[in-house]
């Protein structure tokens, strides 16, 4: 098969090709086969929901910045990306990833991990987030990690990385089948949550090569370009402990079906178990299920900007979850964003992304780093993925839409 690049391909593809970035000859060759490719282009359960008195929420803070004051939330001026000091692949995906979106250079940072395992001590991860907190500068509020190794944090207990880069390592955070610590970013009008709460949302740009994280970064920023029409998907499968998001998804489908351009698709598939996904989809922006693994997610079409996850114990816990499907699995069938659990969570709602809350600040045009940490109340043990600034709803809202 012959291999072409666009036409008129995307103008930071053209400078990856063009322009150096610092780079070694390694790095450059790697980057320029990427830029080729993307041309061508089940744990023990608890009740169903928790209640009662949350956690305490990290960081004593002031009250959350004015949603009509200036800032217009986290972008690429207040995001800092996060190499992995010596590492080439990180580097070439950093590099890469400010160069797609523009963030400046004095937001590049370095540190020291071990990254050769899926996990990391809680020493050598806070001697590592010490420095990160003394190279970053003050205006920024969320980082972006250029990496795939580490993805956890274990202590006594263990805590997701980007959790941990977001809030710090502590066992509130983590601890199996309990309730966690609260979120104070969670569904909050805040665009500046370092200053807000002191807590500074993170996400991995999760790829196993070069040519993966390319695509993923162009999902991204191809999100941001157009405004998005796409198809969400909320699933009730037979799996009823897997299920519990439900009700969440009822809320959801009432309150953004009439959003302009996107059409919510709530299915309850429980007498169906031979069939309890969807296939051959077109447009997909939301998909929400509930089950150890979700077929057929190679045959649907994600849109850039797209965002899915499945309710299930280990989708976090890198790189084979376990036995389950891990939720890496989502991006490489094409979604720009996903989730899952570092530990055994058990099915408490409040560890998960509530989609009625994620709709509520992607739709309005926040990004996706902002609208997916909004939506989980306890984060601790939760892995966020994907591309940060992609932004499928921001042109309709800078039109007014």
């Not at 053209?14 to 990427?34: E, N």
């Not at 990180?90 to 940072?109: L, T």
């Not at 990690?145 to 502590?170: D, W």
């Not at 490489?332 to 009625?356: I, L, R």
Request: glycine residues 10%.
């Amino acid at each position: 098969m012959e291999c072409r690049l666009p036409s008129s391909p995307s103008s930071w593809l053209k400078g990856l090709i063009t322009q150096s970035l610092s780079l070694g000859k390694w790095c450059l060759r790697s980057l320029a086969i990427g830029v080729l490719v993307v041309g061508c282009g089940g744990g023990s359960e608890a009740p169903d929901t928790a209640s009662g008195p949350e956690a305490g929420a990290s960081g004593g803070a002031s009250a959350p910045s004015d949603p009509g004051a200036a800032s217009q939330g986290i972008s690429a001026k207040t995001l800092a990306v996060v190499i992995l000091s010596g590492n080439a692949l990180s580097e070439a995906i950093g590099q890469a990833y400010a160069k797609a979106h523009g963030v400046p250079a004095e937001n590049i940072v370095r540190i020291e991990l071990p990254h050769d395992a899926d996990l990391v001590s809680q020493a050598d991860f806070e001697r590592a987030r010490a420095a990160l907190d003394r190279q970053l500068p003050r205006s920024v509020q969320a980082t972006v990690l250029a990496f795939s190794k580490p993805s956890r944090v274990v202590g006594n207990c263990a805590v997701s990385i980007t959790s941990a880069m977001a809030m710090g390592y502590r066992a509130s955070l983590c601890g199996g089948c309990s309730k966690t610590e609260a979120s104070p970013y969670f569904d909050s009008a805040s665009q500046r949550p370092n200053e807000d709460f002191g807590l500074r949302p993170s996400m991995m740009l999760w790829s196993q090569d070069l040519e993966g994280a390319l695509a993923l970064i162009e999902r991204g920023r191809a999100s941001r370009e157009t405004a998005t029409q796409g198809q969400g998907w909320l699933l009730r499968t037979p799996d009823a402990a897997r299920s519990v998001r439900w009700p969440d998804m009822l809320a959801a489908q009432k309150a953004w079906s009439a959003w302009p351009g996107l059409t919510l698709n709530l299915l309850d598939l429980r007498a169906t178990p031979d069939q309890a996904w969807i296939e051959a989809q077109q447009q997909v922006v939301f998909y929400f299920t509930g089950r150890v693994t979700v077929p057929k997610l190679d045959t649907n079409q994600f849109l850039p900007g797209a965002v899915a996850d499945h309710l299930t114990s280990f989708a976090g816990l890198l790189p084979d979850a376990n036995g389950q499907m891990p939720a890496t699995a989502w991006l490489k069938a094409g979604a720009t964003g996903s989730y899952g659990t570092v530990e055994e969570p058990c099915n408490y709602t409040e560890k998960f992304p509530s989609p009625q809350v994620l709709m509520k600040h992607y739709l309005r045009g926040e990004t996706l780093i902002e609208a997916y940490w909004k939506s989980v109340k306890w984060p601790g043990q939760g892995l966020f993925l994907g591309d940060p600034l992609a932004s499928p709803w921001l042109q309709a809202q800078r039109r007014g839409s």
